[in-house]
C-alpha cells in the first residue's frame, strides 16, 4: 500500500492547522487514487507529528510511503528536522520505504501562482 | 510608482534567504514591468525586514505597495505579525497606500503543483 504524507510545520492556531488537514483532503481527491491513503502530519506544534503519522501508516499496511514536505524554503526544517525524523521512523518500520519528495517552494510554477495573487487574479 | 514587496519567513541558512531574492527576481522578471519595483523583505532572522523594506521603497518614490505574504498557511504570522509591522509602515509613510494581498497557501493552483511533486512531474 503506497501512502502520501504532507507534511506542514504546525501551527497554534487552530484554524492554521485544520487547513492542512483540508489540504491532504483536496489532494487525497485529486490525485484520483493514486496513493492509497494520504495524510497529513505536523512538524511541530501540532498533532499528529510525523513519527505517529508514520507508526499509523505501518500500523494499517503501509509499505511506501512519499513524504511531501508543505513548506516553501529550504531552511533547517527542511533540511535536517524532518529527515532526522524520518531516519527514525525507518529505523522503527524497515519494511516500509519512506522516500522524502522536493519541497513546495522547488516548483517553478509558484512563480506563477504569485504573480496571479499579486495581481488579484487568484485561481 | 507601485512596488511589489514579497514577504518570507527568513531562515538562520543563508541559502535559504538567497532563494527568496532569487524568487523576488524571478517574479520580477515574470511579471513584465506591471510593478516598477520588486523586492523582497523578511519577517525575522535575517534582513532587510519589512519596515526597513518599506522605508526603501517609500524613499525609492513608491506611492502603492502590494504586499504578498510567502507563506502556505494562516498562522499568527500572517494573521498578526505582518499586519502589525504594515501598520507601522502606514504610520510611518501616509503617502504610500499599502495593500496586502492574500498568501500563497489560498491559491487554490498549490494542489496541483504538490501534485506533481508527489508523482516526480515537477515543472
Same mark, same amino acid.
Given at each position: 500500500m503506497h501512502a502520501l504524507l504532507l507534511i506542514a510545520h504546525g501551527s497554534r492556531r487552530r484554524s492554521s492547522n485544520e487547513e492542512i488537514a483540508a489540504l491532504a483532503r483536496s489532494l487525497d481527491m485529486r490525485a484520483g487514487g493514486r496513493f492509497a491513503s494520504v495524510r497529513h502530519a505536523f512538524l511541530? &506544534?501540532?498533532?499528529?507529528g510525523i513519527e505517529q503519522a508514520i507508526d499509523r501508516l505501518a500500523a494499517d499496511g503501509a509499505t511506501a510511503i512519499t513524504v511531501l514536505p508543505y513548506f516553501l524554503a529550504a531552511g533547517n526544517h527542511v533540511r535536517e528536522d524532518i529527515p532526522a525524523l524520518l531516519d527514525r521512523g525507518r529505523a522503527r518500520h524497515p519494511g516500509v520505504a519512506i522516500e522524502m519528495r522536493p519541497y &513546495?517552494?522547488?516548483?517553478?510554477?509558484v512563480v506563477d501562482l504569485l504573480l496571479e495573487i499579486a495581481l488579484g487574479e487568484p485561481g
Open positions: 511541530e &506544534l501540532a498533532e499528529p &513546495l517552494g522547488t516548483h517553478a510554477g
